[in-house]
Nanobody, 127 residues
Framework: VQLQASGGGLVQAGGSLRLSCAAS????????MYWFRQAPGKEREFVAG????????HYADSVKGRFTISRDNAKNMGYLQMNSLKPEGTAVYYC?????????????????????WGQGTLVTVSS
């Protein structure tokens, strides 16, 4: 699966952004999809995940209630709606797909659980 993230940019604290992830290649709909982020000087961390069918989602505690992950398998697209953004949300955001097709959605995936990465998109939240 080839993934390409877009939609990043500069936003003020409290604002919103919607990230998109365009997929191609292998059947995107077969894989759970995740969003990770990596802030300067920090490790890449899990943000949100959605099952391959779209029926189950998981969120990191830091974004729960503010971010919404979704997918449209017919269009081979994934999304991350980010509301009430905080300055600590400044990071490069990556979309990713699980290494196992038709696998169970992982509640807190590690980098090693990911089979496919997209290039990142930078989100900068100003205070």
């Amino acid at each position: 699966v080839q993934l390409q993230a877009s939609g990043g940019g500069l936003v003020q604290a409290g604002g919103s952004l919607r990230l998109s992830c365009a997929a191609s290649g292998r059947t995107f709909s077969s894989y759970a999809m995740y969003w990770f982020r990596q802030a300067p000087g920090k490790e890449r961390e899990f943000v949100a995940g959605i099952s391959w069918g779209g029926g189950t989602t998981h969120y990191a505690d830091s974004v729960k209630g503010r971010f919404t992950i979704s997918r449209d398998n017919a269009k081979n697209m994934g999304y991350l709606q980010m509301n009430s953004l905080k300055p600590e949300g400044t990071a490069v955001y990556y979309c990713a797909a699980d290494e196992i097709p038709y696998g169970r959605l992982r509640a807190g995936p590690r980098v090693g659980d990911i089979g496919f990465w997209g290039q990142g998109t930078l989100v900068t939240v100003s205070s």
